[in-house]
């Protein structure tokens, strides 16, 4: 489920999208932060659903405009081309689908970035439903974007899949958009990838809209707030 307020739903059913938001802006500054490079989290897109049955008067208050807002339901594969472009990853953790069923390999998705860089990101696929995990160390919250000991590869996959256990009473699954699953640290990488160039050209792009399956949409349950 996905608490919200009206005038978001209204959008959802308008534009026939769910919107994935920039890491670097969700409610809990201290997430998807990575020990070696600290703007790793603006390359990352997520939407954000909870797992819980019943209805969550924490929910309603925080996201649901003061428990004025919805709360709708939608089935766990939702995104367009949901019933014959989904596969199930190396890790077992979550589904990739591609969002664009037609150009399998094509980016769908164009991340900006203004400054120096002009090169952009772009990402073609949805990873999810991710279980979001919780630890009592704010120092465990923290990733390596670097991987391999030989650091030559920057890998996002980690980044916003673990908070703080004050987090827990949320029951988080999210979706996210990766502009890179993986990269080489060669010298097109560095060029691209590096800390340096993100600092030097930042995304500016804070949100991405996904489209749903029209089959999708006809299995929403809206539930409205209790006030």
């Not at 005038?7 to 959802?12: K, N, R």
């Not at 409610?27 to 790793?40: H, I, M, Q, V």
């Amino acid at each position: 489920s996905h608490y919200t307020c009206i005038e978001t739903l209204e959008l959802i059913l308008k534009n026939r999208t769910i919107r994935f938001n920039r890491l670097d802006r969700v409610n809990d500054p201290k997430e998807s932060l990575s020990r070696d490079y600290k703007t790793a989290q603006s390359m990352v897109f997520a939407s954000c659903w909870t797992s819980a049955e019943s209805e969550s008067q924490l929910h309603w208050s925080m996201y649901a405009k003061s428990h004025q807002g919805v709360r709708i339901t939608m089935p766990t594969l939702m995104f367009n081309g949901r019933h014959n472009n989904h596969k199930v990853t190396h890790d077992d953790r979550h589904y990739e689908i591609t969002v664009d069923p037609v150009n399998r390999n094509g980016c769908l998705y164009q991340i900006d970035r203004r400054g120096k860089q002009v090169m952009c990101l772009a990402g073609s696929s949805v990873s999810g439903p991710t279980k979001i995990s919780y630890v009592s160390a704010e120092d465990a919250i923290l990733c390596n974007v670097t991987q391999r000991h030989d650091g030559t590869l920057y890998d996002l996959r980690s980044l916003g899949t673990v908070k703080l256990k004050e987090w827990e009473c949320e029951s988080e699954y999210r979706f996210r958009i990766l502009s890179a699953f993986g990269y080489s640290k060669d010298d097109s990488g560095e060029k691209w990838m590096s800390p340096g160039a993100f600092e030097d050209s930042p995304v500016v792009t804070e949100s991405i809209d996904v489209p749903l399956d029209a089959s999708a949409l006809e299995e929403m349950e809206i539930m409205l707030g209790p006030k």
